[in-house]
């Protein structure tokens, strides 16, 4: 009876060492803010449309989402800037301990966790107003950052876990307008790019 327990408890053992090594080798994604453009995260200005931008004065949501934190999020800081081709108005859906708002830096937390581990955790939504109507040369490739908080002692945004501790997270890049540079050229040119 005793060796039947050791072996059972040598390969539990094995098999939680196993898997640590191969946790370890293949980490998860990292933690990272980002500015979406509608409820299914997309990270271009209406990119199926033929103009990117709706309409000057056209009024819009924003969505601030923390993807792949891995933790039950209790707290969230960072700070987002907005390019010239849309207007700040308002934070919408904040969470119910708040100072400051995204252009400003917003710091904010809750009594109860929200599952980080199911993807995305919704931050906030951000009132916004379009000030383009067309991709002029002034709004291409206009930029929407995540940063830090600008009154943080830290160098990237970050959130807290149910554990208290503060996890470091990337701020991405959102694009209106955005272009992707090309050249003409040959399939023989780009096979030969392929080959050794």
Same mark, same amino acid.
């Given at each position: 009876?005793?060796?039947?327990?050791?072996?059972?408890?040598?390969?539990?053992?094995?098999?939680?060492?196993?898997?640590?090594?191969?946790?370890?080798?293949?980490?998860?994604?990292?933690? %990272?803010?980002?500015?979406? %453009?509608?409820?299914?995260?997309?990270?271009?200005?209406?990119?199926?449309?033929?103009?990117?931008?709706?309409?000057?004065?056209?009024?819009?949501?924003?969505?601030?989402?923390?993807?792949?934190?891995?933790?039950?999020?209790?707290?969230?800081? %960072?700070?987002?800037?907005?390019?010239?081709?849309?207007?700040?108005?308002?934070?919408?859906?904040?969470?119910?301990?708040?100072?400051?708002?995204?252009?400003?830096?917003?710091?904010?937390?809750?009594?109860?966790?929200?599952?980080?581990?199911?993807?995305?955790?919704?931050?906030?939504?951000?009132?916004?107003?379009?000030?383009?109507?067309?991709?002029?040369?002034?709004?291409?490739?206009?930029?929407?950052?995540?940063?830090?908080?600008?009154?943080?002692?830290?160098?990237?945004?970050?959130?807290?876990?149910? %554990?208290?501790?503060?996890?470091?997270?990337?701020?991405?890049?959102?694009?209106?307008?955005?272009?992707?540079?090309?050249?003409?050229?040959?399939?023989?040119?780009?096979?030969?790019?392929?080959?050794?």
């Amino acid at each position: 009876m005793r060796k039947c327990f050791l072996a059972l408890g040598l390969a539990i053992i094995s098999i939680t060492f196993v898997f640590g090594v191969a946790n370890a080798q293949f980490p998860s994604p990292h933690p %990272f803010y980002a500015v979406y %453009f509608d409820d299914t995260y997309q990270t271009e200005a209406y990119p199926v449309a033929p103009d990117p931008c709706p309409g000057v004065l056209v009024i819009d949501t924003l969505y601030v989402m923390l993807v792949n934190a891995n933790a039950w999020v209790l707290a969230t800081e %960072f700070s987002v800037s907005y390019p010239p081709a849309i207007s700040w108005i308002t934070d919408l859906d904040k969470w119910p301990t708040n100072i400051g708002n995204t252009p400003t830096g917003l710091s904010q937390g809750r009594d109860t966790p929200l599952n980080g581990f199911a993807g995305a955790v919704e931050c906030c939504k951000v009132l916004v107003q379009w000030m383009c109507d067309a991709c002029d040369p002034a709004y291409i490739n206009n930029e929407i950052v995540v940063d830090k908080h600008p009154a943080s002692v830290r160098d990237y945004p970050s959130y807290v876990d149910l %554990f208290f501790v503060e996890h470091e997270a990337i701020g991405l890049t959102s694009l209106i307008c955005a272009t992707i540079p090309t050249e003409d050229t040959t399939w023989g040119r780009v096979k030969a790019l392929y080959t050794r």
